[in-house]
């Protein structure tokens, strides 16, 4: 039982995933961050560019 219980605490894998899985969920919040920044500046631009596209012709081609 004593082998058991310092073989338990030597295993380091555990740890690893801990490591994982936080270093994965601050780059998750990182690009959900990152997207929230700029998501109206986007829709901003969006509108703008649909406008400039609406206000302009093209010769021989009807609407």
Same mark, same amino acid.
């Given at each position: 039982m004593i082998n058991f219980i310092k073989t338990f605490r030597a295993d380091e894998d555990g740890a690893v995933t801990v490591d994982w899985v936080v270093l994965t969920a601050a780059v998750v919040g990182l690009g /959900? $961050?990152?997207v929230a920044t700029v998501k109206g500046s /986007?829709?901003?631009l969006a509108s703008k560019i649909e406008q400039g596209v609406e206000a302009t012709s093209v010769e021989g081609? $009807?609407?």
């Open positions: /959900v $961050a990152g /986007v829709s901003t081609v $009807a609407n």
